[in-house]
Nanobody, 124 residues
Framework: QVQLVESGGGLVQAGGSLKLSCAAS????????MAWFRQAPGKEREFVAA????????YDEDSVKGRFTISRDNAKNTVYLQMNSLKPEDTAVYYC?????????????????WGQGTQVTVSS
């Protein structure tokens, strides 16, 4: 089992940057594929980016390609989401998620563990 705690959210102007972190505790972080999702008010939770167990493979949702970068440091049990060129439509609660095994999956039902979320607000 793994516990996830996100941090790094906040208020930023359009065009700005934020870096989210997700610290994992528990066993064998390096056995988990990781992902970031987000949920805006009144909307369903949606996929943002995923990273493989080793960190060598990533997959991004189309609207964040070229702006967001997911990465991980297995020595620190942490996954990151660097967000650049932020837009007001990026405003949401951002969640870190983990699943045992391989594959870059994009639906919420594929992930077993979730953090509590961190709010990102982008002003225009």
């Amino acid at each position: 089992q793994v516990q996830l705690v996100e941090s790094g959210g906040g208020l930023v102007q359009a065009g700005g940057s934020l870096k989210l972190s997700c610290a994992a505790s528990g066993r064998a972080f390096s056995s988990y594929a990781m992902a970031w999702f987000r949920q805006a008010p009144g909307k369903e939770r949606e996929f943002v980016a995923a990273i493989s167990i080793s960190g060598s493979n990533t997959y991004d949702e189309d609207s964040v390609k070229g702006r967001f970068t997911i990465s991980r440091d297995n020595a620190k049990n942490t996954v990151y989401l660097q967000m650049n060129s932020l837009k007001p439509e990026d405003t949401a609660v951002y969640y870190c998620a983990a699943r045992l095994g391989y594959g870059l999956l994009v639906t919420t039902k594929d992930y077993d563990y979730w953090g509590q979320g961190t709010q990102v607000t982008v002003s225009s």
